[in-house]
């Protein structure tokens, strides 16, 4: 069983504090980003934090938009993600965490190495874990290597004295960077390159509006120097867009670079389909695509024998299965 996709997030002032040395708890984040962190919240299946976060901050750990709950639950989801508290003590059982949206989310209490926590959490049907902290907890699992993605808020502010946000010497790779109001979001991913850009292509997937006839389906345009060329998820303009179809929609096709770039897909690109007369498999040859790296062979659900992979191939183009990040790819099809 494949461990979960792990995304470390926290919200830093300029210094790097995540809290000052006050009792008080510190909000860094502006009401736009706690707004794209509830977003996050509710694209995964369980939200982490250690007992300090707890008992420093007492956290509800919920989604709290009524509409991201009504959607997970149009998902097949519960209304906010499971609940997990990192100690090696009982937890006060006034917290509430504990007490608090029962009726909306579970709340487990565990202890072991984060390799043991993540193989627990697989083993209960987590694919999608968020890490929020705190500096002791995103100081383990970053030094265990185990985050694929860090998510950083940066908020105008010095803290000067607190506790520090810091990790192992591992190098992050920066996938976006961009203004959330007063805050700067810093998104990067670890791991090789095709791990990277596959964890972003299924992180687009979640993005797809549900559909009970169709796959969600996210994918990145890469250039051999790491410039994204575009980006697409499923029925993103219209209801019977594919992912490839209108990632590639958006690039220029004489640029120079297609024949160097790789596609990666969460899903087989099409071979046959019936919404509409062209393939994904043949708008990545229309491009000059020389690669595609997919995380999730197309199981023969709509279309009785999928073909997209063996027509890129007899064409020349490279094709790159990563079935480590199936499980990933399925979950926004779980529904089904
Ligand atoms: N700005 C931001 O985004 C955020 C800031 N914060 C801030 O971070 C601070 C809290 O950080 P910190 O004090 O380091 O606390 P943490 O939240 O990192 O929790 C650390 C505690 O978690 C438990 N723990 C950690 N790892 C394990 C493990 N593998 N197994 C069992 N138990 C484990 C231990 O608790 P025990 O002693 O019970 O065994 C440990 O003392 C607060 O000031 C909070 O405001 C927190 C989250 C986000
Ligand atoms: N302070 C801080 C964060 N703190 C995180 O949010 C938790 C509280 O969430 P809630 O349960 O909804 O009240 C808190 O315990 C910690 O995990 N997060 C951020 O994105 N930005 C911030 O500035």
Redesign the pocket.
Known sequence: MKRPHVLA???VSIDGF??DASPQ?????GPA??D???AE?ASVDA?L?GAG??R???????V?SPDRRADRVERGLGPSPLRVVLSSQAVDPGA??LTEGRDVADTVVLAGTPHEVLDHLAGHGVVRLMV???AGVHREFLGAGVVDELQL?V?PRLVGDGPRFTGAPDEAHLVEARTVGPDVLLRYRFGDADARWLGEACSLAERCPPSPSAFSVGCVVVAADGTVLATGHSRRDDVLDHAEEVALRDVDRADPRLPGATIYTSLEPCGQRASRPVTCAQHILDAGIGRVVMAWREPPLFVGTPSGAARLEAAGVEVVECPGFEDLARRPNRHR
Do not use: C, F, Q
């Not at 708890?25 to 984040?29: A, P």
């Open positions: 997030s926290a919200a995540l809290d708890r510190l909000v860094l984040s980003d706690l794209r962190v509830d919240r939200i934090v976060t707890v420093a901050d007492d956290p509800r750990l919920l709290r509430r965490v929020e902290g705190g808020a908020a």
